[in-house]
């Protein structure tokens, strides 16, 4: 019967701590994001977005080698923020907003496979990596397409 009880607060001990350490490396990672300096990646991509939403046409009006579908979700910004220099913090909070929804994502997967301590271990490590940290926070397809392939997966798993 003790056992069982001090398992259940350490369990909870746990989960809280892992929460907070998640919290606290997002706030980081905002922060950097926000502060970072822009890498010429992330004005091309704008630019080409700019391009479509001028109505240029990628492959055929202007050089562009990934699928399109990033430069239609930075159009919106555009509409939002004109031709303001603002867009370039606006770009920065979608793709941290892209990597939340990766790490909810992950998340979901993982909980769905094993348990919440897992699932909360692995979007703390993915949040922590330091090496993939300036990618996640660039204006990049990368992240959206991190997200396609965990909605793959999460879906598999489900199906």
Request: no cysteine; hydrophobic share 55%; proline share 4%.
């Amino acid at each position: 019967m003790r056992n069982k009880k001090l398992e259940e607060i350490l369990s909870k001990g746990l989960l809280v701590t892992e929460s907070i350490l998640l919290i606290i490396f997002l706030l980081w990672r905002f922060q950097y994001g926000m502060n970072r300096y822009f890498d010429i990646d992330e004005f091309a991509h704008l630019h080409w977005s700019h391009n479509v939403l001028v109505g240029l046409r990628p492959y055929t009006d202007f050089f562009y080698f990934l699928p399109p579908l990033y430069l239609y979700l930075l159009i919106p910004l555009f509409w939002i923020t004109g031709k303001s220099v603002v867009i370039l913090l606006l770009s920065r909070g979608l793709s941290f907003g892209i990597f939340l929804l990766v790490l909810g994502t992950l998340f979901i997967l993982v909980k769905k496979i094993r348990n919440v301590q897992v699932a909360l271990l692995s979007i703390l490590i993915l949040a922590f990596l330091p090496i993939p940290s300036d990618k996640w926070i660039e204006v990049r397809p990368d992240g959206v397409a991190m997200l396609f392939s965990l909605l793959g997966m999460l879906f598999l798993v489900k199906g």
